[in-house]
């Protein structure tokens, strides 16, 4: 059976007052993250397998925001085996219970300082023209490592998406300064 039924954490809304701690999703994660992916506006859906996966295989290089047992946001990324200096960064999302408050560049830089992300110096994602958030939040990471974005088509709307999804743009920034990063942990 294929029913989808939301996960019992998200049926009420998580309260605004507690705070937000970061930590690595774990297979438990997954159906919330799911979920949190399925309430954006930009993200597009995987399956609740994908989820799953991603919470266990990436979870080094991946990061949750929980508001008690709450998942509020999240980053998924990896390190591409043909790039060890790179982070990929697949998806962005925050709840809008914890939207306008720097969550998605905090989260971020948690998974940068990370030992994982040790040899990182490039993070790269894709984005669509028109997700002004994530490309803000992109733009602030280089700013604030004094660094530049090369942007260019890595998925064109005819070639690999057959007209059904609009052309995604790699931005690449770097190279990262470590010492910028591992200050905004202190």
Request: proline share 5%; net charge negative; with cysteine.
């Given at each position: 059976?294929?029913?989808?039924?939301?996960?019992?954490?998200?049926?009420?809304?998580?309260?605004?007052?507690?705070?937000?701690?970061?930590?690595?999703?774990?297979?438990?994660?997954?159906?919330?993250?799911?979920?949190l992916?399925?309430?954006?506006?930009?993200?597009?859906?995987?399956s609740?397998?994908?989820?799953l996966?991603?919470?266990?295989?990436?979870?080094?290089?991946?990061?949750?925001?929980?508001?008690?047992?709450?998942?509020?946001?999240l980053?998924?990324?990896?390190?591409?085996p043909?790039?060890?200096?790179?982070?990929?960064?697949?998806?962005?999302?925050?709840?809008?219970?914890?939207?306008?408050?720097?969550?998605?560049?905090?989260?971020?830089?948690?998974?940068?300082?990370?030992?994982?992300?040790?040899?990182?110096?490039?993070?790269?994602?894709?984005?669509?023209?028109?997700?002004a958030?994530?490309?803000?939040?992109?733009?602030?990471?280089?700013?604030?490592?004094?660094?530049?974005?090369?942007?260019?088509?890595?998925f064109?709307?005819?070639?690999?998406?057959?007209?059904?999804?609009?052309t995604?743009?790699?931005?690449?920034?770097?190279?990262?300064?470590?010492?910028?990063?591992?200050g905004?942990?202190?």
């Amino acid at each position: 059976m294929t029913t989808f039924q939301e996960a019992p954490a998200l049926q009420e809304r998580p309260d605004p007052r507690q705070s937000i701690q970061l930590r690595p999703p774990t297979s438990e994660d997954g159906a919330p993250v799911h979920n949190l992916i399925r309430k954006s506006a930009f993200l597009d859906d995987n399956s609740l397998y994908c989820y799953l996966a991603i919470c266990t295989h990436f979870s080094q290089t991946s990061v949750v925001a929980t508001m008690g047992e709450d998942i509020v946001g999240l980053v998924t990324a990896y390190i591409p085996p043909e790039q060890p200096d790179t982070l990929f960064v697949w998806q962005v999302a925050v709840d809008t219970v914890a939207q306008k408050q720097g969550l998605a560049g905090r989260m971020l830089n948690a998974i940068l300082a990370a030992d994982a992300c040790k040899a990182v110096k490039f993070v790269e994602t894709t984005v669509t023209s028109d997700n002004a958030a994530s490309r803000a939040m992109f733009a602030s990471l280089a700013r604030r490592n004094d660094c530049g974005i090369d942007e260019s088509v890595m998925f064109d709307r005819q070639t690999h998406f057959l007209n059904l999804h609009d052309t995604e743009y790699k931005l690449r920034i770097g190279p990262l300064s470590k010492d910028t990063l591992d200050g905004e942990q202190k």
